[in-house]
């Protein structure tokens, strides 16, 4: 079993920048992909970043590239979402997630993930 605990989300203005983490505990859970998503109601939710156990893979959506980093602090077991230069439309609900499996393309896509945190709101407005 995985529990994941997402901090860092509030109201930034449009250009500002917010550190999201993802502390995670259980076995193994250094071992594991992990990623970001984001949700917005009435939207399905939306595949932001991910990275692979050992941080030598990343992907990342196109609206966030160049602006967002993803990272991950094995020793602390701990995810990390630096975002830079927001904008209004990044407005959402952001969670951090487990995916068992060996990165790959699946490992952009939600339903393949197995655990998710309870997700932390960030507000992007002037």
């Known amino acids: 079993q995985v529990q994941l605990v997402e901090s860092g989300g509030g109201l930034v203005q449009p250009g500002g920048s917010l550190r999201l983490s993802c502390a995670a505990s259980?076995?193994?859970?250094?071992?594991?992909?992990m990623g970001w998503f984001r949700h917005n109601l009435g939207k399905e939710r939306e595949f932001v970043a991910a990275i692979s156990w050992d941080s030598s893979q990343t992907n990342y959506a196109k609206s966030v590239t160049g602006r967002f980093t993803i990272s991950r602090d094995n020793a602390k077991t701990t995810l990390f979402l630096q975002m830079n230069s927001l904008k209004p439309e990044d407005t959402a609900a952001y969670y951090c997630g487990v995916d068992r499996s060996i990165y790959s393309r699946r490992s952009f896509r939600a339903e393949n993930y197995d655990y998710w945190g309870q997700g932390t709101q960030v507000t992007v407005s002037s």
């Open positions: 259980g076995r193994n859970v250094s071992s594991y992909t």
